[in-house]
């Protein structure tokens, strides 16, 4: 059922990425010297790495950057480079970026078996290159439950900070949000603050004021150039282990080139020497673990990967923080803006905002994945009557479709720390085919409570004075609003004729992510509090996969800290605290 889903979504993708097709570049001649090409790689008998990192995303730079410092780092990321790349760098391509399905597009879509659409980063830099850019910190309870170094913690977020954070130039839409926050009670203001405190906030940006985007990857120009070399398209199928010892420890890894030809890089061998770290993000690294034979036995043998260490938790746990979303009209077009203002409640729901991403004509083109207007055209259609035809019919009629259809903003909630859980499994044994990952949104009864707490929020925020002057009404009714937000809606989540009249069911039917899923190698199950795979030797993960709970209101500070927390921590491990950088 899920594999007809996914051949019928990607069908309709591609139909609708012929007119607007990749806007990526690709490939082009990278900013920095240390970044080449995959097939650059040669395998010289005895040239070895002190750490090779498998991902150069959100976490991969900041730690392949520090460990440089006093190491020779290897850092293998599958996409290409992000410079150059208008979709990436420019804010008012967000929704363009996501909607690039072109095999170098730095947006990977893939769909959870619960029928939600969802995208992996590929490409260096990873989801800072695709994210929508809103930068907060994880609270000081969620430092302390992951047992981290307070002081190295508060070190490594400046770190990252001074390097490519903003404060927003705020747009009317997200000052709108602000007022109506405070009018509908998630008070006190906290003004412009990385911390995570309840009440409403404006949180950082990655977003220059220009809108240009800064990226992880710009944190690569913090490393030491003589000791760090980065590869591009640089697909890691494996990692290899010596078997012949006490436990298995890893030595190498094997990746394939942007030409499809195979290559082994190889650690750095001797007393305290170095580790394979995946940083390949939440659906990445669980599987690259699963690939190179660590997981529950049975799955690995049903498709032939030889069992180098069985354990049941690898892949478990997946939880993304379920988003539902509300469509406001607008009267005049409104001026674009991605998450700025934030709103965190006592209840464990956050309501943040986006605003103008349909209206521009470069954009009515285009197919906006869940930020669109007009969507509801293709969503309307009961999935059993979805076809090539209807798709086309649909792409055809978005042509026609008056502008003002295309303006307005959406106010969306999300919930923190969701109880249901689900699960990661390979398909098959390419890399380059993501893992079948199920999420079960909402099967915990306390989610679904707190997306209700959310909408009914966000129904008080839209009764304010602050919205209404922009939508241009006195007010809408709820109900009309729920009904324009179910049409807006893209899943392949089957509607219900009740969808507005239970706030439960409108939760349900109108799911979507807010990308912050995370999982899949919890600390105590798969990695020990120093990131090393349990059982193993010479191999850790750090990234978003560790993460029992998604930090913050939105992750990125707390996954760029972490690889910068953990690359600090691995250099004092080795050199003592006075020689670490
Ligand atoms: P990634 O950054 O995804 O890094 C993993 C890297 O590994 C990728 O570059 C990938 O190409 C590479 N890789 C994977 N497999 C392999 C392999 N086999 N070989 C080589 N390389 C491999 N967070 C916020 O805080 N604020 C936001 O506003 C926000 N908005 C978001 C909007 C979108 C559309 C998305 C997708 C995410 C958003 N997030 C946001 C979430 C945040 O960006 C992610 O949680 C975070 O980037 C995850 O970091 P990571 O290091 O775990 O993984």
Redesign the pocket.
């Given at each position: 059922m899920a594999s007809i889903k996914q051949g019928l979504f990607l069908m309709i993708l591609l139909l609708l990425s012929i007119f607007r097709s990749s806007q990526g570049k690709g490939f082009t001649k990278p900013r920095y010297p240390y970044i080449k090409k995959a097939s650059s790689f040669s395998s010289v008998p005895g040239e070895a790495y002190d750490y090779i990192i498998?991902?150069?995303?959100?976490?991969?730079c900041p730690l392949a950057a520090t460990l440089s410092h006093k190491f020779k780092v290897l850092l293998?990321?599958?996409?290409g480079s992000p410079y150059g790349n208008r979709n990436i760098s420019r804010l008012q391509n967000f929704h363009i970026s996501?909607a690039d399905t072109s095999p170098s597009s730095p947006?990977q879509a893939f769909i959870s078996t619960d029928g939600v659409i969802n995208?992996?980063?590929?490409?260096?830099?990873?989801?800072?290159c695709?994210?929508?850019?809103?930068?907060?910190r994880a609270s000081p309870s969620y430092v302390n439950a992951a047992s981290w170094d307070g002081q190295l913690v508060n070190e490594s977020y400046p770190w990252v900070e001074k390097r490519i954070v903003y404060w927003p130039n705020v747009a009317p839409w997200q000052a709108a949000l602000r007022d109506g926050l405070l009018e509908a009670g998630v008070s006190p203001f906290n003004g412009y603050t990385f911390d995570h405190i309840y009440g409403t906030k404006v949180g950082g940006t990655i977003f220059d004021r220009r809108g240009f985007r800064h990226t992880?990857a710009d944190l690569l120009a913090a490393g030491n150039p003589n000791n760090l070399r980065v590869l591009l398209r640089?697909?890691?199928?494996k990692i290899v282990f010596d078997t012949q010892g006490r436990r298995p420890k890893a030595v190498a890894v094997q990746?394939k080139d942007e030409n499809g030809r195979q290559h082994q890089a190889v650690l750095e061998e001797g007393a305290g020497g170095g580790d394979v770290i995946l940083?390949?993000?939440?659906i990445?690294s669980p599987?690259?673990l699963l690939l190179s034979g660590i997981g529950p036995k049975h799955d690995l043998e049903k498709l032939r990967i030889p069992v180098v260490l069985h354990n049941q938790h690898v892949g478990k746990g997946m939880s993304d923080n379920p988003m539902n979303s509300i469509f406001i009209p607008t009267k005049k077009p409104v001026r674009q803006s991605?998450?700025q203002t934030v709103g965190i409640t006592k209840m464990g729901t956050f309501i943040e905002a986006s605003s103008g991403f349909s209206q521009s004509s470069d954009s009515i083109q285009c197919h906006h994945g869940i930020l669109s207007a007009e969507i509801g055209q293709l969503s309307a259609i009961p999935p059993a009557q979805r076809s090539l035809e209807a798709a086309q019919k649909y792409a055809r009629n978005k042509q026609n479709l008056p502008r003002e259809a295309f303006r307005g903003g959406f106010i969306l909630e999300k919930i923190d720390g969701p109880l249901s859980t689900g699960e990661l499994s390979l398909l098959n044994t390419d890399?380059d085919c993501s893992p079948a990952v199920t999420f079960n949104y909402f099967s915990h009864p306390y989610d679904l409570k707190r997306c209700v707490h959310g909408i009914r929020t966000i129904e008080k925020i839209v009764r304010t004075k602050h919205i209404a002057k922009l939508s241009g009404a006195d007010e809408y009714p709820m109900e009309v609003l729920l009904n324009m937000s179910v049409k807006a809606n893209l899943n392949l989540v089957p509607k219900h004729t009740n969808d507005t009249a239970s706030i439960q069911q409108f939760c349900r039917d109108t799911v979507i992510t807010?990308?912050?899923y995370?999982g899949g190698c919890h600390v105590g199950k798969v990695v020990d509090n120093d990131y090393r795979v349990m059982g193993v030797a010479g191999l850790r993960v750090i990234?978003?996969?560790t993460f029992v709970n998604s930090p913050?209101t939105?992750?990125?500070?707390t996954?760029m800290m972490m690889g910068r927390y953990m690359g600090v921590k691995i250099l004092r491990e080795r050199l003592g605290r006075a020689a670490a950088v």
């Open positions: 498998v991902g150069g995303g959100t976490a991969g293998l990321e599958r996409g996501l947006s995208a992996r980063a590929r490409v260096l830099g990873g989801g800072t695709i994210n929508a850019g809103f930068y907060t992880a640089a697909s890691v199928q990746f940083s390949a993000g939440a990445g599987q690259l991605l998450i890399v807010i990308w912050h995370h990234d978003g996969s913050g939105n992750p990125q500070a996954v």
